[in-house]
């Protein structure tokens, strides 16, 4: 394992006050070999300012002029990464201390290992305050179980991936709901899911959280169903469950956000995009 480097992929905007600990829980890992790779949205805030204060060499910083969004972060984030495995960390969130280390164990088991997942924690203001532990539960090829969007493989970007030639790793730049999940998507119709049981990432909850924004989400969801037709290779009965997966989510959350005539709207464009 030692000859394994891991690429950590941050994309940030903003997010000055949470970095110095984001970095803490990267630098504390048990797995020493890795890179973070933090590109920098263009902030407005201290951002550059906490940045500099980082003296280590596995740390490379790369600073935007313009802030072009997540999904185009994430992609300089890949352009760039020399890992043999890459995961991502958003600007607020933090890794376990075995959060590299229970993934790679997990690969170690089975060559045809693709995609680790792990257990996912979610709090406020500090990990003290957990509010929710989310747990996956599904092993084997997961392209079917992330279409049906049947939660046993999906929590949001907490996948750990091993690189393989031939395949493109890029996320579709402008999608800012939802990207993960078309990501995950685009690369994962071959190769194997796992996950472990130990604890891989504490979910920072806020309002600016993407999911708070449940009309954004439906949107992400209905630019998603569009986007499934242009894959390659996708089966259409596996578009329709999509489709109707989404759709029921998207009406369920913005009537239960008391918006009903959104609800209706964004279930049918959903079904018919």
């Known amino acids: 394992m030692s000859t394994m480097k891991v690429s950590i992929i941050t994309a940030t905007h903003n997010n000055a006050q949470y970095l110095e600990e984001v ?54 984030g890949l352009e760039a990464m020399q890992g043999d495995y890459f995961c991502f960390l958003d600007g607020d969130d933090l890794l376990s201390e075995n959060s590299l280390s229970a993934r790679l164990a997990v690969f170690q088991t089975d060559p045809e290992i693709e995609f680790v997942d792990g257990k996912v924690i979610s709090f406020i203001n500090t990990i003290e305050h957990q509010i929710e532990t989310y747990m996956p539960a599904f092993e084997g090829n997961p392209f079917q179980e992330l279409l049906s969007l049947s939660g046993k493989v999906f929590k949001g970007n907490t996948w750990m991936i091993r690189k393989v030639e031939g395949k493109s790793y890029r996320f579709l730049e402008g999608l800012t709901h939802g990207e993960e999940l078309l990501f995950y998507a685009s690369i994962c119709s071959s190769g194997k899911y796992a996950f472990t049981s130990e604890t891989i990432l504490y979910y920072r909850r806020h309002a600016a959280s993407a999911m708070a924004n449940v009309p954004k989400l439906a949107n992400g969801y209905y630019e998603i169903a569009k986007a499934l037709k242009f894959l390659g290779g996708v089966d259409a009965c596996l578009i329709d469950l999509y489709k109707s997966r989404a759709a029921m989510v998207s009406f369920k959350s913005l009537l239960k956000d008391l918006k009903p005539f959104l609800a209706i709207k964004m279930a049918l464009k959903i079904k018919w995009a």
Do not use: F, H, P
Request: zero cysteines.
């Open 23 to 76: 970095y803490k829980s990267v630098n504390s890992q048990s797995y020493e070999d890795w890179e973070w790779i933090v590109v920098d949205n263009s902030s407005t805030d201290y951002t550059q300012q906490v940045l500099s204060t980082v003296v280590d060499t596995r740390v490379k910083v790369i600073t935007l002029s313009e802030n072009l969004g997540v999904s185009a972060g994430r992609n300089k």
